[in-house]
C-alpha cells in the first residue's frame, strides 16, 4: 500500500496496527472454521486443535511470522491489547463448547507456547506431540 493511501485511512500508525492485527485474528478464524471439526461434540477436541496448528503453521512462514509479531507487539503498544485479548477470548469461547472455561484457557496458553516455539526455534512443527500435551490439559480437567 502506497504512503499516501495509509495515511489516508490510517492516522496512527497504532491505527495501521490495529486493523492489521484484526486481519490476522480473521484469518486464524477462517482456518477454524474451514476445518469444522467444533461442531461435533464428539471430536478429539486435542487433535482437532493440533490440526488447526498444523494448518497454520504450515501456511506461508513469512505471513504467519508477521501475524506473530503483530500479536506480540501488544507487549509495547497498548492500543493492539484489546486485539490480542479479542483473539484469545475468542478461541477460549470456541474452545468452551468443549470444556470448562478455565481448561478453556489453559489451552488457548498451551496453543500459543508451542506456536510461538516453532516460530522462534524453527523446529518443524510437531503435531503428535502438540496433541499429546493438549490432551493432557484436557485429561487434567476431567480429574
Not at 4 to 12: E, M, R
Not at 36 to 65: F, I, K, N, S
Not at 93 to 109: E, G, I, K
Amino acid at each position: 500500500m502506497p504512503l499516501g493511501s495509509t495515511t489516508y485511512h490510517f492516522k496512527t500508525l497504532d491505527e495501521l496496527l490495529v486493523a492489521a492485527l484484526r486481519q490476522a485474528n480473521e484469518g486464524f478464524a477462517k482456518v477454524i472454521a474451514s476445518r469444522g471439526g467444533l461442531e461435533d461434540p464428539r471430536t478429539d477436541l486435542a487433535a482437532e486443535l493440533a490440526a488447526w496448528m498444523g494448518e497454520w503453521l504450515a501456511g506461508d512462514r513469512t505471513g504467519v511470522e508477521l501475524e506473530h509479531e503483530l500479536y506480540l507487539a501488544a507487549l509495547r503498544r497498548p492500543a493492539l491489547r484489546p486485539v490480542a485479548a479479542e483473539w484469545a477470548d475468542g478461541v477460549a469461547q470456541l474452545l468452551s463448547r468443549h470444556t470448562d472455561p478455565l481448561t478453556a484457557r489453559a489451552l488457548v496458553a498451551v496453543i500459543d507456547g508451542i506456536c510461538l516455539q516453532v516460530l522462534l526455534t524453527g523446529v518443524p512443527y510437531d503435531e503428535e506431540y502438540a496433541r499429546e500435551v493438549l490432551g493432557r490439559v484436557l485429561a487434567g480437567a476431567v480429574g
